[in-house]
């Protein structure tokens, strides 16, 4: 396999992986919604109201960012990262 | 403008920016206190701000086709994702989003959910490879990877219908708002709404749209949090709202508990002004099936990946790198919005529900609340009314009525803040509005001068004449626009979710299996374009005149029966099909990778 093929697969791996955890938290949670709002979460309120309005959102925030670190990590081990130059 | 020496001084430029504004806003309270009118407060900040929007757009100008079309790819990480915050933050997200959690609770605040899950998408499959593509438009994009005029002409159509039918909705905004600070007709206030925006974009293209959407950025989420923090701390719920308000919610519970849902008839229902809405829902309970959430969620998720103004944001960029940070700081800055919105319809409904608040009206003497000032004022534009439905003399919960846009708009006079503040969201509004718009347009404007005009008319025009072109497009496209929106055919909302609607059944798959899947061919690209969108406006229309519609997807969600017709076409159709040369494919591989020169920089 090519060096440019293990990037692709190890790429995908961490798409798999990035979307996998964007549909907890923007489907996978309010299958259960009504159940999950019966129990108290963060700062007292009540667990799917506190992920429609902050805990989703703020768990996007940080998985982009995280999903970018990891593929610039990739990139650079495959030296396909840009030069600072370009 | 265009040194690199403007870009180092970017933080610089815009603290000093960030301070005057906060300077100006000092400098009207202290107006107000001497006598300064409300009227007049309200002009100012329009006026101040729009002046400056202009001034930044005229010293932005530019004859070249990078800066035109893609800012010189210079835009540094943190300031493109405030530039597509103020992007994505449309009139409807300021203006109508806290009303909507306001009076639809739980089952509304799927937007919130849908609005910032689609970033995930954007950073993960699109945009760092769009932006390795070296593109000036979305179509331009497919274009080049599936060849083809008539594929380029078939974005163009989808990004057209998308862009448009969100465009109305944003110049009905500025229109809005321009009315009521300036106090004239909203017939002419949409005309003055649409010089302003055309002011930011004209001279400047993509880098004018940058900086003036940066500056508003700053002005909007100001007028937003400020009037949050303030109305939480006066109320006594607590110093930072979004940690401290779990009381607040439950005791808005127990109130509704207390007070119950009482339906009203339909003939009383018919005293109250048009537009209006009671309070029929639970705020935070759980009241919708888990279905009708996620798929509106769902909806907006792949809306949001689709829809081009905001996908070319990521085109100016620096690098590839650069593109994928930038998405992450993008939604950082909506997320301080966006979760401070269900916040205020929580302040705004409790200081009016609570018998035990000195603002609240349930329970009080309806001639008593009938001589509230603010109650006057808002009764007079048409965004409240009282009615005593039962005959028992006091206002029970379903006798208030309420406008979406007045939870923004009124509730810091309901709270008893100066009107400065009501002033400063005025501007703020009109920010959100103004800086969705000019990027719409411009998203229309450059891909009929960029891949109608240059890339299938006149291939040899010259940089001067297309950007003569892009420009002209720019004033007909925004004259368009005005027109329709002058003629208020529909709400501001619904068309906002209609244009995401649009976007994702005529484009997500073509652009996600353009970079994800090699074998996507021209054929297939075509046949999922045009038969999404065409099943999707299909399914709209069906709905629309009384089609029941099938596993539960309703007008504002049709944008997933258009997107799976159109997954299904561009898969069978590109099988079918002969699979993409070698040039293609080599270029699939190039665009995977984000070292070496963009695809089109080669050509």
């Not at chain 2, 103004?434 to 719409?440: C, E, H, I, V, Y």
Request: aromatic share 14%; hydrophobic share 50%; with cysteine.
């Amino acid at each position: 396999m090519s060096n440019q093929e293990k990037h692709w697969e190890k790429s995908r791996g961490l798409l798999m992986i990035t979307l996998a955890i964007w549909f907890v938290f923007s489907i996978g949670i309010f299958l259960f919604g009504a159940e999950m709002n019966e129990v108290t979460g963060p700062f007292g309120y009540p667990w799917t109201y506190w992920f429609t309005c902050q805990g989703s959102l703020g768990a996007f925030v940080i998985l982009i960012f995280w999903f970018a670190n990891r593929q610039e990590k990739i990139d650079e081990e495959f030296g396909f990262s840009e030069r600072e130059d370009e | 403008m265009k040194s690199t020496n403007f870009i180092d001084n970017l933080p610089k430029v815009y603290g000093i920016y960030t301070g005057g504004f906060i300077g100006f806003i000092i400098i009207m309270a202290i107006a107000e206190q001497m006598g300064m009118t409300a009227k007049a407060i309200g002009i100012a900040f329009v006026a101040f701000t729009v002046f400056i929007y202009a001034l930044i757009g005229w010293l932005s100008r530019t004859a070249q086709a990078d800066a035109y079309y893609v800012a010189g790819r210079q835009v540094p990480t943190v300031f493109n994702g405030m530039a597509t915050a103020a992007d994505w933050m449309s009139g409807a997200s300021f203006v109508a989003m806290a009303g909507g959690i306001y009076f639809k609770g739980y089952g509304y605040m799927a937007l919130l959910v849908g609005w910032t899950g689609g970033y995930v998408l954007v950073a993960s499959l699109l945009a760092p490879y769009l932006r390795k593509f070296g593109c000036y438009t979305v179509p331009d994009f497919i274009g080049t990877r599936y060849g083809g005029n008539l594929a380029r002409f078939s974005a163009v159509v989808v990004l057209t219908v998308a862009s448009f039918t969100y465009v109305t909705a944003q110049i009905n905004a500025t229109g809005t708002i321009a009315s009521v600070a300036l106090d004239i007709p909203f017939q002419y206030a949409v005309y003055i709404g649409l010089i302003s925006i055309l002011l930011c974009s004209m001279l400047g293209g993509m880098r004018g749209v940058t900086w003036t959407q940066v500056a508003q950025y700053i002005v909007l989420i100001i007028a937003y949090l400020l009037p949050v923090f303030w109305i939480s701390n006066k109320m006594g719920a607590g110093f930072f709202p979004h940690f401290m308000l779990a009381d607040e919610v439950a005791r808005i519970g127990e109130l509704e508990s207390q007070f119950g849902f009482v339906k009203n008839s339909a003939a009383d229902l018919a005293t109250v002004p048009k537009g209006l809405a009671g309070i029929t829902k639970a705020h935070s309970a759980v009241n919708a099936t888990p279905w009708a959430f996620i798929s509106l969620a769902l909806a907006m998720m792949m809306g949001t990946a689709s829809l081009p103004h905001v996908m070319m944001r990521y085109f100016t960029t620096p690098s590839v790198k650069a593109a994928r940070k930038s998405v992450g700081w993008s939604l950082f800055f909506i997320f301080l919005l966006y979760s401070s919105a269900p916040m205020l319809a929580t302040l705004s409904k409790l200081s009016l529900i609570d018998p035990n608040l000195s603002t609240g009206i349930i329970g009080k003497s309806i001639a008593e609340v009938q001589a509230i000032d603010w109650y006057q004022n808002w009764n007079a534009a048409n965004l409240m009314f009282v009615s005593d439905f039962n005959g028992n003399g006091t206002v029970e919960l379903n006798e208030f009525f309420m406008g979406g846009k007045a939870v923004v708009l009124a509730t810091p006079e309901i709270a008893g803040l100066p009107y400065v503040i009501s002033g400063l969201v005025a501007a703020g509004g009109m920010a959100a509005a103004m800086s969705t718009a000019d990027g719409l347009i411009l998203a229309i404007a450059n891909a009929i001068s960029h891949d109608v005009y240059y890339k299938i008319i006149d291939p040899k025009a010259e940089t001067a004449k297309r950007l003569v072109v892009a420009r002209v497009l720019l004033v007909v496209i925004g004259f368009a626009g005005a027109t329709i929106a002058a003629m208020e055919i529909q709400g501001i909302l619904g068309s906002v979710i209609w244009a995401f609607d649009f976007a994702m059944s005529g484009l997500f798959f073509p652009l996600v299996l353009g970079v994800w899947w090699k074998r996507a061919n021209r054929q297939g690209a075509v046949a999922g374009m045009l038969g999404g969108l065409a099943a999707g406006t299909w399914y709209l229309v069906w709905v629309r005149t009384g089609g029941s519609g099938f596993l539960g997807i309703t007008q504002l969600t049709f944008g997933i029966f258009g997107s799976a017709v159109s997954l299904i076409a561009m898969v069978v159709v590109s099988l079918m099909t002969q699979e993409p040369d070698k040039a293609t494919q080599k270029m699939v591989d190039e665009v995977r990778v984000p070292s070496g020169k963009t695809i089109l920089g080669k050509q």
